[in-house]
């Protein structure tokens, strides 16, 4: 029988689950409205070994507080799940921020659409990728809201490997779409911390 706390959990994760299908539905729907207008994609090879990482994450982290016993025991444990959580909460301000912002331009995917300029307002004023931190944050913290230690160690660097790739192609097609206009216009803007920063450096 699971604890309370781990039906909580496991509830937490279908929700996540049902969310992220309803993005990719989202982002079918703005991927055809963009390719409509002229738009492709970029470096396509990447998006499927992303979504390997993303789908065993939420498998993993289900598995391990589950056939592991993952249980919040101690204060500490505690402690870490509300922090987890609220890491959580702000990986999923930042995402819907990204989306909100980007409007009919956001896709999982990395889509470009010819004369578009790149998308410097909103939270992208702050950050240049705001949608990759709140993946970052929620890879890292969401097993932690159940004590699922190897999946969050795991996968933060399967993840990280991910956007390191994913990155770099994202921001060499917006620089080659419009002729350096991502980077003219997020100058001076870090990828994830909210300083300014000497030189440019590739769109979130």
Do not use: C
């Amino acid at each position: 029988m699971f604890t309370t706390t781990q039906y909580i959990f496991f509830a937490i994760v279908a929700l996540m689950i049902v969310q992220r299908l309803l993005e990719l539905r989202h982002s079918k729907k703005n991927e055809a409205a963009m390719i409509a207008r002229g738009g492709r994609e970029h470096s396509p090879g990447h998006f499927q070994f992303m979504k390997l990482v993303h789908t065993f994450w939420f498998v993993a982290m289900i598995a391990e507080v589950a056939l592991l016993d993952r249980s919040l025991d101690s204060n500490l444990d505690w402690t870490i799940a509300i922090i987890a959580l609220a890491a959580t909460l702000i990986g999923q301000l930042l995402r819907y921020a990204a989306i909100r912002t980007l409007g009919p331009r956001w896709s999982v995917r990395i889509m470009t659409v010819p004369n578009s300029p790149a998308v410097s307002g909103g939270v992208y004023r702050y950050i240049r990728h705001p949608n990759y931190l709140g993946v970052i944050l929620e890879i890292a913290a969401v097993p932690l809201i159940h004590g699922a230690y190897i999946t969050a160690i795991v996968f933060t660097i399967l993840n990280a490997m991910v956007l390191w790739i994913r990155i770099g192609a994202e921001e060499r097609a917006l620089n080659l779409e419009n002729g350096s206009d991502y980077d003219q216009r997020l100058a001076g803007r870090s990828r994830f911390v909210g300083l300014q920063k000497s030189g440019s450096d590739g769109d979130g």
